[in-house]
């Protein structure tokens, strides 16, 4: 199939056309079987095609399939955020909107808290994705290939170290930086809101110091500023708790979703505590599409499965996996490039990396070839393109999950010198 029609601006990690898949597997147009450990990038967290979800997109589909919430409200959206505010696991009174993507909830974050607070300067960190909007590029953390030749993006925005035990960036360093930057850069009384991932998808699978994530939270309520997680990637179950923010032991004040929480319908949301949601005026926040009735319906179903039983089992059962075959790819020495592993749960990364510590980005290229090659999808993830990121569907079946892992254990040994 030629692809002459589609943007040369958009990458493409397999060259390979899908045409059908089943929970974490899928089928290219040749025929070809491949285990999916990229899962639509967090977003088929319960794999393709789950029954409950297509059903429901079946029987909405013969009912409803169209209206914008803000020309007449319909059940499927009403339904659904009822549903969604109760399966948050915080302590205060939730309300919020749907959109179409993450991204799109990003964005309106931002427009919720200039409202609330009247501030305009956002600080996120380094190594952060938030979307490839305009307002979502000044973001994110990192330059190539998001924000290079798009010109002046808007701002303000700063960045602050990321602190990690997958990057060895401590809390204490982050909070040193912090105090810098409202030292030298700008006035703590001029923030509207940090924005921050619990784990980093993008930037390489990176669990969030918890003692800074508390130190956070303290700060922001005695300045005033209001705290966002992007759950995006991290939520509906990717790390074994239906969201990352619940191991931090804080609650944000806004929190952005995405990806998986519709079974692979495009869908996202922005909610958090109802004053700062409903400050806007009258028609500031709504969209044509956004809260689709198809995509109502599948991320009911998706909830409907999503019980905390359920997560909890497939989180340790993926993990434990995962775990012990890393620990024992290291005992066994099997490559000279097989670095640490990343993140927390069933968000894992696996970290290339040269004898010198350095980022072993070309292996990881050859990695991903030899990988889908063999059978199995993968996707790069990390500043250098050298950690690979593990999104299996959490439903994915225990032998077809060791079956993708002995092939990227025969293609770690393959790597060339």
Not at 53 to 69: C, D, K, N, P, S
Not at 86 to 115: C, D, H, Q, W
Not at 236 to 255: N, V, W, Y
Request: with cysteine; glycine share 10%.
């Amino acid at each position: 199939m030629s692809r002459e029609t589609i943007s040369q601006s958009i990458s493409i990690v397999h060259p390979i056309s899908l045409s059908h898949g089943k929970n974490a597997e899928v089928w290219d147009t040749t025929g070809k079987r491949y285990i999916d450990f990229v899962g639509g990038i967090g977003v088929l967290n319960l794999g393709h095609c789950h029954p409950a979800v297509v059903e429901a997109i079946r029987e909405q589909a013969t009912q409803l399939t169209h209206y914008a919430f803000n020309a007449a409200p319909h059940a499927p959206y009403i339904k659904l955020m009822e549903r969604l505010s109760a399966f948050i696991p915080v302590g205060y009174p939730v309300s919020g909107m749907l959109t179409n993507s993450g991204a799109e909830a990003a964005e309106n974050a931002l427009k919720i808290v200039r409202g609330a607070t009247g501030r305009t300067a956002v600080i996120a960190f380094d190594g952060a994705f938030h979307g490839r909007t305009l307002a979502t590029l000044n973001l994110n953390g990192k330059v190539a290939p998001y924000k290079q030749k798009v010109g002046v993006l808007p701002g303000p925005v700063y960045h602050l170290p990321y602190p990690s035990a997958d990057n060895g960036v401590t809390c204490a360093q982050a909070l040193k930086a912090m105090d810098r930057l409202f030292s030298v850069e700008i006035d703590v009384n001029d923030v509207a809101c940090f924005i921050i991932e619990p784990v980093q998808g993008e930037g390489g699978f990176l669990a969030l110091d918890i003692e800074f994530a508390q130190t956070l939270r303290r700060f922001c309520d005695e300045h005033q500023i209001l705290l966002i997680a992007d759950e995006i990637q991290s939520g509906f179950g990717r790390t074994g708790q239906r969201f990352a923010f619940s191991r931090l032991g804080i609650e944000p004040d806004l929190i952005l979703l995405g990806k998986s929480i519709a079974g692979g319908v495009p869908l996202g949301a922005v909610v958090g505590r109802k004053a700062l949601m409903d400050n806007l005026p009258k028609g500031g926040l709504g969209g044509t599409y956004s809260g689709n009735p198809i995509a109502c319906a599948a991320a009911l179903a998706t909830l409907e499965v999503m019980t905390d039983e359920h997560l909890q089992v497939w989180g340790a059962q993926q993990e434990a996996a995962i775990v012990s075959r890393h620990e024992a790819w290291r005992s066994q020495q099997l490559s000279p490039y097989l670095g640490r592993l990343t993140g927390v749960g069933a968000m894992r990364g696996i970290e290339l990396s040269n004898a010198d510590g350095t980022p072993a980005a070309k292996q990881l290229t050859q990695l991903l070839g030899l990988a889908r090659d063999a059978g199995l999808l993968l996707m790069p993830s990390g500043k250098s393109r050298h950690i690979v990121r593990l999104l299996a569907p959490l439903t994915i079946e225990p032998a077809v999950l060791e079956e993708g892992l002995d092939i990227l254990q025969a293609c770690l040994k393959q790597l060339d010198e």
